[in-house]
């Protein structure tokens, strides 16, 4: 029996697992491009000291990645153990990418990865980097089609339901894989990526420094991570307000969240910069705004409002209301699936078959769902404001202290006066762990930002469970957390063991601790 119990501890499970997973991959995906800036440093000049930042910052990449491993595998089983229906309904949509992902890019990835670490004895200068470079690309194609498969999610375009299998199957791959969201959902997650990556290097490096230990290695190893972070960190600024732009066309109910818009503002829209949002009110405290600012960025235009949620939950009551016509048909067909006049009903309301789906968690008879049941429905297709409001904020705060720590030690790399800038490198060595707080909580936005749905507009989560027991789900999590956690533990304690040593790890007899023994 599938209880609101038994739906919370499943989605709590994969968002725990999805969580600890995503503490790896930005890493892996910042990482292998800065090696790839490196080893082309290397290669150009011939500087055995590039070698050995990418020899030295790829011990760490491989830690990571293999960390990033172990935590990623348990998800895909998830599909099948905890989300049969979801796996059942939109698998053959939803596996594609995912089985492209395993099957080309992760053994492209691994494949490149084993000559990167064992053929640099064995492979020319160029050749070396050239397995660095096709590394680098398998790890983002992985995320490529990963994120791909997300996008859909976001919108699913591409696919039609199957009235004789009652399941949703792909209609144009194509459509999928060059949507606006696949492209925008990928560009923006690996760049900021890249950005983790940066942060990663740049801190490790002003900690060298502090200690004035291998200063030319920490101080060129800062500089790569420092011009790269603050190129990505722009190309991730583009890419947001992209994604902005779609989930203001696409997802308003999301947009309303992460804005606290309770009512459709006059266009052009505001931008709230600060509020304590009352969803009890359905109001703001303290609300502190910008005008028009919203409405350019998320419309792109003077004249198209931006729906409050009050709006949008009364829209939503039309739409469930229709919703509810598309599953009173859907019923009649299976019981008649040939008869075409019931064939011809259903297709007239069947974009709305997912939003009369969301009333079989409220009431087992759908057909004489009552207007309060409806109201009650519509009412929960706006996802926790305050959760998405402030997690947007910390995203974007955490980005924009990243950027200015990008800045401020190109500046002082360029003018070669970094090592002496200790209030800056204590100021890098802190904010650390920036892109981890931004990635965590961007992806609260764009997943709890979509509830109801795990398909938007489609499939409810209430509905994409499997048949399981509560205590089963709670000790199966109870379990990824200990495993989880310990995995984390050594990740830390092997990264610091190695960042301790930097690149004296490396036994070439040139660095700090080969030479104060």
């Known amino acids: 029996m599938i209880t609101p119990e038994l739906v919370d501890l499943s989605r709590l499970q994969f968002a725990v697992t999805a969580l600890y997973h995503y503490l790896f991959v930005p890493l892996t995906l910042g990482l292998s491009m800065i090696l790839v800036a490196m080893e082309g440093c290397y290669v150009v000049t011939g500087k055995e000291i590039y070698k050995d930042m990418t020899r030295f910052w790829g011990k760490l990449f491989a830690i990571n990645f293999a960390m990033g491993v172990a935590t990623g595998i348990t998800m895909e089983f998830q599909f099948g153990t905890n989300w049969a229906y979801y796996s059942h309904y939109v698998g053959d949509i939803f596996g594609a990418p995912l089985a492209i992902e395993a099957l080309v890019a992760f053994f492209m990835e691994s494949t490149f990865a084993g000559l990167f670490f064992f053929g640099w004895k064995r492979l020319s200068r160029l050749g070396h980097w050239v397995c660095t470079f096709l590394m680098a690309l398998g790890t983002n194609i992985s995320a490529m089609w990963i994120l791909i498969a997300n996008g859909w999610m976001q919108f699913p375009k591409g696919s039609v339901f199957n009235v004789e299998t009652m399941r949703m199957e792909m209609d144009s791959f194509w459509t999928i894989i060059s949507s606006e969201w696949a492209q925008a959902t990928f560009t923006h997650t690996v760049s900021a990526g890249y950005m983790t990556g940066a942060v990663f290097v740049m801190a490790i490096s002003a900690w060298y420094l502090l200690r004035k230990r291998d200063v030319e290695f920490a101080k060129k190893s800062l500089m790569i991570a420092c011009a790269f972070g603050l190129v990505t960190s722009l190309f991730t600024i583009h890419q947001g307000d992209e994604s902005a732009y779609l989930v203001t066309r696409d997802q308003p109910e999301k947009?309303?969240?992460?804005?606290?818009?309770?009512?459709?503002?006059?266009?052009?829209?505001?931008?709230?910069?600060?509020?304590?949002?009352?969803?009890?009110?359905?109001?703001?405290?303290?609300?502190?705004?910008?005008?028009?600012?919203?409405?350019?960025?998320?419309?792109?235009?003077?004249?198209?409002?931006?729906?409050?949620?009050?709006?949008?939950?009364?829209?939503?009551?039309?739409?469930?209301?229709?919703?509810?016509?598309?599953?009173?048909?859907?019923?009649?067909?299976?019981?008649?699936?040939k008869d075409p006049a019931l064939l011809a009903k259903f297709k007239e309301v069947q974009p709305y078959l997912g939003y009369g789906l969301l009333l079989r968690k409220y009431t087992n008879d759908v057909a004489n769902a009552t207007p309060e049941v409806i109201q009650e429905a519509a009412a929960h297709t706006i996802p926790s404001v305050g959760l998405i409001f402030w997690s947007f904020r910390g995203m974007v705060v955490s980005g924009l202290l990243m950027i200015v720590l990008f800045l401020a030690g190109l500046i002082y790399s360029v003018k070669g006066s970094v090592d002496k800038k200790s209030c800056y490198l204590t100021a890098a060595m802190i904010g650390m762990p920036l892109p981890w707080i931004a990635n965590e909580l961007g992806w609260v936005v764009t997943e709890v930002g979509r509830h109801p749905w795990s398909i938007y507009g489609m499939l409810p989560v209430d509905l994409s469970v499997s048949s399981l027991t509560a205590g089963s789900v709670f000790g199966s999590l109870a379990g990824f957390i200990v495993l989880y956690s310990c995995l984390i533990v050594v990740e830390v304690w092997l990264m610091k063991k190695f960042a301790g040593l930097g690149p004296s790890s490396l036994g070439t007899g040139r660095y700090f601790f080969e030479n104060h023994r």
């Open 255 to 337: 947009l309303a969240a992460m804005e606290a818009i309770w009512n459709t503002e006059s266009t052009p829209a505001p931008i709230t910069v600060f509020a304590i949002p009352d969803s009890e009110a359905r109001t703001n405290h303290a609300e502190v705004k910008i005008p028009w600012i919203l409405g350019l960025i998320g419309t792109r235009s003077l004249s198209t409002p931006v729906p409050g949620i009050n709006q949008l939950i009364e829209r939503n009551v039309d739409r469930i209301t229709r919703g509810k016509e598309a599953v009173v048909a859907l019923e009649a067909l299976r019981a008649s699936p």
